[in-house]
């Protein structure tokens, strides 16, 4: 089967989320960052405004807390966007997609990937696309409404994925 899509900022955006709450090494980093982060503003708190130990630890608590959950997820965002607003052939980039028994193959305007079914981690999905995780560092999204198919093809389309991941013991989240 052959879907059509393109990749938008969106997918590359959703794909940063994605892997700021997914990847190990992306959890970790935020984990440092954001424990460094809270020394450094309980040092600076005790310093400069004279606090007893307890004030300190509560408000630099309430920083790491924000700066873990909801501060590194939008950088990572916002890198996304800078790297799309520096290199605008990352973006509204044509997709084609071949889905087969032997795996996907995806073929851009510049490049062709093969990729097999072993090769997928697990599938994480929101309403628009599905996030193939191979590694920390390597993840495809796939848009669940190509173009280029009517709606009964577009849920063929989705059941043939979701069959394949069954097939090949490959999680769904």
């Not at 509560?58 to 909801?70: D, G, L, M, R």
């Not at 501060?71 to 916002?78: A, F």
């Amino acid at each position: 089967m052959i879907a059509k899509f393109k990749f938008e900022l969106d997918d590359l955006i959703a794909i940063q989320s994605f892997l700021a709450t997914k990847s190990k090494s992306h959890r970790r980093n935020r984990l440092l960052v954001s424990a460094v982060a809270a020394i450094g503003l309980m040092v600076f708190i005790m310093l400069i405004f004279k606090v007893n130990f307890i004030t300190g630890a509560i408000v630099s608590a309430a920083f790491f807390y924000v700066s873990y959950k909801y501060i590194s997820k939008k950088s990572m965002e916002d890198q996304a966007k800078r790297i799309a607003k520096k290199d605008p052939t990352l973006v509204n980039v044509e997709c084609t997609l071949t889905v087969s028994d032997k795996g996907l193959l995806r073929e851009f305007k510049n490049s062709t990937s093969n990729l097999g079914w072993e090769e997928i981690k697990f599938v994480s999905e929101d309403d628009e696309r599905y996030f193939l995780y191979m590694s920390d560092v390597h993840v495809i999204v796939l848009n669940k409404n190509p173009y280029n198919m009517s709606k009964e093809e577009t849920r063929e389309y989705n059941t043939l994925l979701r069959n394949y991941f069954n097939q090949h013991n490959i999680a769904v989240e």
